[in-house]
């Protein structure tokens, strides 16, 4: 009887409905077409709407007040929306439904692709290089733009900050204290782990330290480093390699093990948030974590602020070398814009990307709005209370032009670990077909480090799955 | 019955009792815990929040967190906001969905079953399927940034519906029938007899909607583009979202997140206890026994 | 034609709720629907494609991983989220005091208040190995290693179905505690009269009467178990996933993260066909429409 009553009001829904969606106008599914904008001189007074993630103000008022300046600063008149969170969801909302943005930022390259494939981007080649700014290698450096190129060659998006690398991070007082030397192989960095465990390097007489946490398996990557094997993607002879996934990675998960049998590696690595982990290192529960290059100036910094004495002093560190002396540090993902195809202003964004990467765009990227977050006076620059709390991050904690000269000096320890980052940090090959295949490597990965099996196994069994699901050739 | 049979009960009952205050007391420990650790941490410093060892009581008390949250916010548009929108639209939710279950509880009413399947169904749609067109919809109606599109938001619900039609169901349908011999109109009926009589139900509803209405999230997130029109929870969640995984320098210590959260629920646990009244009386009269 | 007449005001009742329905549900139903069948690309030509989308969907085996395990864990919590807060209900309303009543009703719905974000943070503290209280007390009164709860398969979906349980319980015990106190007080008069002790009132008087209500609950948890997506999103972790991934987080890593769009609406029209089903099996078996 139900049944029957389910059907009937199925039909009879789709019916009624059937005829409302019969009238409706698809503009959503018809190809869009952009008001091309005509050529004027003047993009004065244009319109310029943002849809951004990580730019803009860090409050509500902030963000309408942000928005204000960069009106003020390149003389259009700019709405800029930075949704609170849920930003994926709100991104393919508004391009799906056909809601027009002239810029979008973007944080990671799987969505590129996607968006080429999927006919969201608009090309920016000539723009790029035609334009006096961005084409100038001073301002970004030649080669970085390749990053942003489609499968085609062409570039579809424009930086808007410098993405720095992440790397194993250890306290340099710790290893000093124990009298111990930044390590370059295994067994060394195995030694100098198990003294961070055992011999109480934060001297409060208690075994309360760990040697390592981590969070996640792109953690890892200053480590594996020394099997030589790269996370995500490989191309071997136009073949899709997983190197984690390789026999070659079976003793370092074996290695993992060990360290997490012994008590050396925090038990929680596994559910550990990022958050977790530099909670950890910040308060002198473990003597090396992995992360983001900038994060050194932040450890340092942190603990500056809370005592000025602090004998603590993160340092970045470089990955250890494989046999064969290849040293392999993992670059994030670019963070960038794009201009959508139904863009009605792509002039008025253009005019935006140029401004962004110039000074002006680069302060207030970096330091915030005037009298808002920094003021300047006769004493040069400085920073308000709400400024400091932004910390020089409104999108643009780091930049690539060269000729922008920072307002106030570095975080401690940080520009060691950038120069590292900038030797050796190379970006991950990330397939569409990764989000399938991350799962099953890292879920073997995890458990053969947890030591709730065994890494032979793990790693066969790893193979076994991705062959199967065709993620692997 | 005899006097030691009666001591036995009164002695079994007693030990009842006591068992169930004891099992009733650790349930809510489990529950108090959580709730002081929240508290705990947002009364911290910033540097102490972030030890591990915070459990139940502040270490390094300070507000510096809710100083932060105050600071750097204006929340008194939001915090109107989300009241304008929390209070019309459970009102309108609470009146519509009753109608509806009103309307589903008339025995021969022709297309009944049709009805409830009808309403059943609206509540096996997932949300993440409908949020492209959902948006559509509101952008056809012009509602994007406004406050209605977040009273429309939900404004009936399956669920509430069929909660009061269970509630109409406990009066006594007879008082409808002889009501109506007395010339009473059936909106008349609905309002001075079903919603008086239900009123445990109602509250119930009432509660749950305002709850889930003051939490709501990603419908204003999609909604609203316009900062003068966000709702407080958006307000702080802008606030206290730590973009941990990129490389940003931006670090919100976990005091300061607490604090909002707290913030961002203290009008709840305020409102309780006008809402708790109703469904006490109804308890009292239908537990008032021995 | 008479009896539409006489019930005309019934249908002007309903009138609101249908047409809001009508724009706010089956619209972007119907649409939905629509989308599942193209291949739906952000902008640009969306072709239809027939069943493709289906098609992917089903012969993706972490789809139906995670179909078993919100079986699992929605079946979990469909049982013990049913039983908890009845029980619970039963006992708070044998309590006399009215402060203690009442405080306890406060305190039991407090964790419905905190988003999951705070109470599965708060899950993963408790039962981490090295610092969390769980493993504290069983390593102090059993002596065994600790475990390390939230890495384990063993353990995570029984994790995923406690917590959630246990959050939501203050709350759907308010819906009984409403129901009981709708029963009216001359049945307990007369219950006492005839010497039934407290258990026998429950099992005479206040199980039966609550019959409707324990429907009704059963029917809405129903259809919410093909839901459940907040609590895993930010309790699971890689080494767990498989075992715990369902099927709303198939369906938002296919859509929203890896924006395929078109598959992630199938997968979604599976969710609702599934929930059709279970919907229909638990309306006949209640026998929810005599009421």
């Known amino acids: ?473 | ?290 | 034609m008479r009896m539409i007449k006489k019930n005309s005001i019934f249908y002007v009742m309903m009138f609101p709720v249908i047409i809001y329905f009508a724009l706010f549900a089956y619209y972007p139903l119907v649409k939905g629907l629509q989308t599942s069948f193209q291949d739906y690309k952000l902008m640009g030509e969306r072709p239809y494609i027939g069943f493709d989308n289906y098609n992917q969907v089903l012969h993706d085996p972490s789809f139906w991983d995670a179909l078993w395990n919100t079986l699992y864990i929605g079946g979990g919590i469909l049982i013990f989220g049913f039983i908890a807060p009845l029980i619970l209900a039963l006992s708070l309303n044998e309590v006399m005091k009215s402060w203690f009543k009442k405080t306890a009703q406060l305190v039991l719905y407090v964790p419905h208040l905190l988003s999951w974000v705070v109470i599965g943070g708060i899950f993963i503290f408790l039962l981490s190995p090295d610092s969390g209280l769980v493993n504290l007390l069983l390593i102090k009164i059993f002596g065994i290693q600790p475990i390390n709860f939230m890495a384990e398969e063993t353990w995570a979906r029984m994790i995923m179905i406690g917590s959630a349980v246990w959050k939501d319980m203050g709350y759907n015990c308010i819906l009984f505690l409403a129901g009981i106190a709708g029963i009216s007080p001359t049945l307990y008069e007369a219950a006492r009269m005839d010497e039934a002790t407290r258990w026998q009132q429950v099992h005479y008087v206040t199980l039966p009467q609550l019959m409707n209500t324990m429907k009704v609950i059963l029917l809405l948890n129903t259809l919410g178990i093909f839901r459940i997506f907040d609590q895993i999103f930010v309790m699971r972790n890689p080494a767990i996933a498989s075992k715990v991934d369902v099927l709303m987080v198939y369906t938002f890593q296919k859509g929203i993260m890896e924006i395929r769009i078109g598959p992630a609406a199938a997968a979604s029209f599976f969710v609702v066909l599934f929930t059709l089903l279970l919907t229909s099996v638990v309306r006949k078996m209640t026998r929810f429409d005599e009421v």
């Open chain 2, 1 to 290: 019955m005899d006097i030691e049979r009666l001591e036995r009960r009164g002695w079994r009952n007693r030990t009842f009792d006591v068992l169930n205050a004891a099992f009733l007391i650790l349930l809510m420990l489990t529950m108090i815990i959580p709730f002081a650790n929240v508290v705990a941490l947002a009364f911290s410093s910033g540097m102490a929040s972030m030890k591990p060892e915070i459990i139940l009581f502040p270490k390094d008390f300070s507000i510096e967190g809710f100083s932060t949250v105050w600071n750097s916010l204006d929340l008194r548009r939001p915090f109107m906001n989300s009241v304008i929108v929390t209070v019309s639209g459970t009102i309108l939710h609470v009146l519509l969905s009753s109608l509806a279950g009103f309307v589903l509880i008339q025995p021969h009413l022709p297309g009944k079953k049709f009805m409830i399947s009808f309403v059943l169904l609206t509540m096996m749609i997932p949300q993440d399927a409908i949020m492209i067109p959902l948006y559509l919809v509101n952008k056809d109606l012009h509602l994007i940034n406004t406050l209605s599109s977040l009273v429309l938001s939900g404004m009936i619900s399956g669920f509430s519906i069929l909660l009061m039609r269970n509630f109409f169901l406990s009066v006594p349908y007879e008082m409808c029938e002889s009501a109506q011999i007395d010339g009473l109109g059936m909106f008349r009926i609905f309002t001075t007899i079903y919603m008086r009589l239900a009123k445990t139900g109602v509250a119930t509803i009432m509660l749950f909607e305002f709850v889930s209405r003051w939490n709501m999230l990603s419908a204003p997130v999609l909604f609203i583009n316009d900062s003068s029109k966000i709702t407080l929870q958006v307000a702080l969640k802008s606030m206290i979202t730590d973009a941990s995984a990129t490389s940003s320098n931006l670090l919100i210590t976990t005091n300061v997140r607490m604090a909002g959260i707290l913030i961002s629920i203290i009008p709840l646990l305020a409102v309780y206890p006008f809402i708790q009244r109703y469904f006490m009386k109804g308890l009292m009269l239908g537990a008032n026994k021995e």
């Open chain 1, 1 to 473: 009887m139900s049944k029957k009553n389910v059907a009937v009001s199925l039909i009879l829904a789709g019916t009624v409905l059937l005829s409302a969606c019969g009238s409706n106008n698809d503009t959503s599914s018809s190809p869009a077409t952009p008001e091309s904008a005509a050529p004027t001189e003047s993009t004065a007074g244009m319109k310029l709407e943002i849809l951004s993630g990580n730019v803009g103000g860090k409050t509500p008022e902030g963000n309408t007040k942000f928005a204000q300046a960069i009106s003020d600063k390149t003389g259009l008149d700019v709405t800029l929306d930075k949704p609170a969170s849920d930003y994926d969801q709100k991104v393919l909302t508004a391009l799906s439904s056909g809601a027009k943005y002239d810029l979008i930022e973007v944080s990671d390259l799987a969505k590129l692709d996607a968006f080429f494939n999927q006919g969201v981007v608009t090309d920016l080649t000539d723009f790029v290089q035609s334009s006096k700014v961005l084409s100038d290698p001073a301002v970004i450096p030649t080669g970085e733009w390749d990053q942003l190129k489609g499968p085609d060659g062409k570039i579809y998006g424009v930086f808007s900050k410098f993405q720095g690398a992440t790397m194993p991070i250890v306290r340099k007082d710790w290893l000093n204290k124990l009298n111990l030397q930044e390590p370059k192989t295994l067994d060394e960095l195995y030694t100098i782990l198990k003294a961070f465990k055992e011999e109480d390097p934060d001297g409060n007489g208690q075994a309360d330290t760990y040697g390592l946490s981590t969070s996640g398996l792109y953690d890892i990557q200053g480590i594996m480093s020394s099997a030589g094997l790269k996370y995500r993607y490989v191309m071997e002879d136009g073949k899709r390699t997983i190197p984690y996934a390789t026999d070659a990675a079976i003793p370092m998960y074996e290695w993992f093990a060990k360290l997490v049998k012994e008590g050396i590696m925090d038990p929680n690595f596994i559910t550990n948030d990022t958050a977790k982990m530099r909670n950890l290192f910040l308060t002198d529960r473990v003597g090396m974590v992995t992360y983001w290059d900038a994060w050194v100036g932040m450890f340092n910094n942190l603990k500056k602020q809370e005592d000025a004495n602090t004998a603590f002093q993160a340092a970045g560190m470089v990955s250890l070398e494989a046999a064969d002396g290849t040293i392999i540090m993992r670059r994030g993902d670019p963070d960038f814009w794009i201009i959508p195809a139904n863009a009605p202003h792509p002039e008025a964004a253009k005019k935006f990307l140029e401004f962004w990467n110039t000074e002006d765009g680069i302060i207030l990227g970096s330091l915030g709005v005037q009298d808002l977050d920094y003021i300047v006076d006769s004493n040069g620059y400085s920073l308000t209370e709400t400024g400091k709390e932004a910390n020089m991050d409104h999108g643009v904690p780091y930049w690539y032009n060269s000729t922008v000269k920072p307002l106030f000096p570095a975080l401690p320890g940080v520009e060691e670990a950038m120069a590292l980052s900038k030797q050796y940090a190379t970006l991950e090959l990330s397939l569409s077909t990764w989000p399938d295949a991350e799962k099953i490597v890292t879920n073997y990965a995890l458990k053969a480090m947890a030591g709730q099996m065994p890494a032979k196994d793990a790693v066969e069994q790893m193979q076994k799955e991705l062959k199967a699901a065709n993620l692997i050739d």
